[in-house]
């Protein structure tokens, strides 16, 4: 738990360390995001809304520990060594 811990927190460090964006677009993000989400709350209603996102959000958790036992298997390797779970999504082209 106390690891799992640990990766939340550098994850939400490496976040808010990003300068490739600046600090509206991030806000812009947010809005943007909180307005679908409230969008699909009011079409779909509020327990539909609530179990996309705990699944999206237990599916994308799944993925994460999938690629997070990837690296553990193969040492030296980073997550930029990482294969895309889509390769055509990445213009076609394979990353070794």
Excluded: C
């Excluded at 806000?27 to 996309?52: C, E, H, I, N, W």
């Excluded at 799944?62 to 999504?89: C, H, K, S, W, Y």
Aim: proline content about 4%.
């Amino acid at each position: 738990m106390s690891d799992l811990l640990g990766e939340i927190k550098a994850d939400l460090a490496f976040v808010r360390s990003r300068t490739l964006q600046p600090r509206w677009y991030k806000a812009l993000t947010a809005v943007m995001l909180a307005g679908f989400l409230a969008g699909y709350g009011y079409v779909f209603g509020l327990a539909r809304t609530a179990a996309f996102l705990v699944s999206l959000l237990l599916l994308s958790f799944i993925v994460d520990l999938a690629q997070l036992n990837a690296l553990r298997d193969t040492p030296g390797r980073t997550e930029v060594d990482l294969d895309p779970v889509f390769p055509a999504m990445m213009g076609g082209r394979h990353v070794t």
